[in-house]
């Protein structure tokens, strides 16, 4: 059980919506509060909204059923991990098809490519259906424009070893992956990737990532992890393809207490 407070106000989140919206992970079945713990931490925050993460099968829901507010089960996500090694060729069968166009080019991408990466993630997660869409107090509008955000931050803060790969034909801009990487244990973890959906099926994902894998290896990196949607079955095929192993999941819960006096629905 927590010794202290687990749950922390989300500033993006709560800017984007706004409302007082907090979050809370939980890595382990041990580390599950108590209902009257829980609800202390929410009140005391005057939360709107609480989201909550905790592994799969720990029975979170249990405790969130003794709190006096609204709950709803909102995603279950699971990631892949895959170990790299240097020089890895493991990925070739992807990246070095015949039928791969020979003007596609995976680069890291720049601050003149904002724009295309903005259109991107725009068109591509219009359709896509994230742990904020199952809660009917966030507008579909303000959700889309914040994988917008988060697209650009990744690509404009390089500083804190956020990267972006690019790939390009000689047109335009035809998808991205965003990825946070740590030099000093030598792990990546891919944060947001999108193909413009014009150009979907036609291998533009499975070449972007193995040849992103591949570059990655080359920086050092030992290994790579992944997350997604349980749903969301297309991109997992492709990671099982290349490698990549589910290695962990987590439910996603949010508490819909509405504390906050300052709150206005509009």
Same mark, same amino acid.
């Given at each position: 059980?927590?010794?202290?407070?687990?749950?922390?106000?989300?500033?993006?989140?709560?800017?984007?919506?706004?409302?007082?919206?907090?979050?809370?992970?939980?890595?382990?079945?041990?580390?599950?509060?108590?209902?009257?713990?829980?609800?202390?931490?929410?009140?005391?925050? &005057?939360?709107? *909204?609480?989201? #909550?993460?905790?592994? !799969?099968?720990?029975? +979170?829901?249990?405790? @969130?059923? =003794?709190?006096?507010?609204?709950?709803?089960?909102?995603?279950?996500?699971?990631?892949?991990?895959?170990?790299?090694?240097?020089?890895?060729?493991?990925?070739?069968?992807?990246?070095?098809?015949?039928?791969?166009?020979?003007?596609?080019?995976?680069?890291?991408?720049?601050?003149?490519?904002?724009?295309?990466?903005?259109?991107?993630?725009?068109?591509?997660?219009?359709?896509?259906?994230?742990?904020?869409?199952?809660?009917?107090?966030?507008?579909?509008?303000?959700?889309?424009?914040?994988?917008? &955000?988060?697209? *650009?931050?990744? #690509?404009?803060?390089? !500083?804190?070893?956020? +990267?972006?790969?690019? @790939?390009? =034909?000689?047109?335009?801009?035809?998808?991205?992956?965003?990825?946070?990487?740590?030099?000093?244990?030598?792990?990546?973890?891919?944060?947001?990737?999108?193909?413009?959906?014009?150009?979907?099926?036609?291998?533009?994902?499975?070449?972007?990532?193995?040849?992103?894998?591949?570059?990655?290896?080359?920086?050092?990196?030992?290994?790579?992890?992944?997350?997604?949607?349980?749903?969301?079955?297309?991109?997992?095929?492709?990671?099982?393809?290349?490698?990549?192993?589910?290695?962990?999941?987590?439910?996603?819960?949010?508490?819909?207490?509405?504390?906050?006096?300052?709150?206005?629905?509009?």
């Amino acid at each position: 059980m927590p010794k202290s407070a687990f749950l922390r106000l989300s500033l993006p989140d709560s800017s984007r919506f706004n409302l007082n919206i907090v979050r809370g992970r939980m890595e382990t079945r041990m580390e599950l509060p108590d209902a009257a713990e829980l609800e202390q931490q929410i009140r005391a925050l &005057e939360a709107d *909204i609480a989201i #909550l993460r905790a592994p !799969a099968g720990s029975h +979170l829901h249990k405790v @969130l059923s =003794d709190l006096p507010w609204p709950t709803l089960h909102a995603d279950t996500l699971v990631y892949y991990k895959k170990q790299l090694m240097p020089g890895d060729q493991s990925d070739r069968s992807q990246s070095d098809r015949s039928d791969v166009p020979t003007d596609w080019r995976v680069s890291l991408a720049q601050i003149e490519d904002m724009g295309h990466i903005t259109d991107v993630a725009r068109s591509s997660f219009s359709a896509y259906r994230s742990h904020y869409h199952a809660n009917p107090l966030l507008q579909p509008r303000l959700i889309l424009e914040g994988y917008a &955000e988060w697209a *650009i931050e990744y #690509l404009s803060d390089r !500083a804190n070893n956020r +990267l972006t790969f690019a @790939l390009k =034909d000689q047109q335009r801009l035809l998808a991205f992956l965003t990825c946070r990487i740590d030099p000093e244990i030598k792990t990546c973890e891919v944060i947001l990737n999108a193909v413009h959906p014009s150009v979907s099926g036609r291998g533009i994902y499975s070449y972007l990532f193995a040849e992103s894998l591949r570059s990655l290896a080359r920086l050092g990196m030992e290994h790579v992890e992944i997350s997604t949607q349980v749903w969301n079955y297309a991109v997992q095929k492709v990671w099982a393809r290349q490698g990549l192993n589910l290695n962990r999941a987590y439910d996603t819960y949010h508490v819909n207490a509405m504390l906050s006096r300052k709150c206005e629905l509009t």
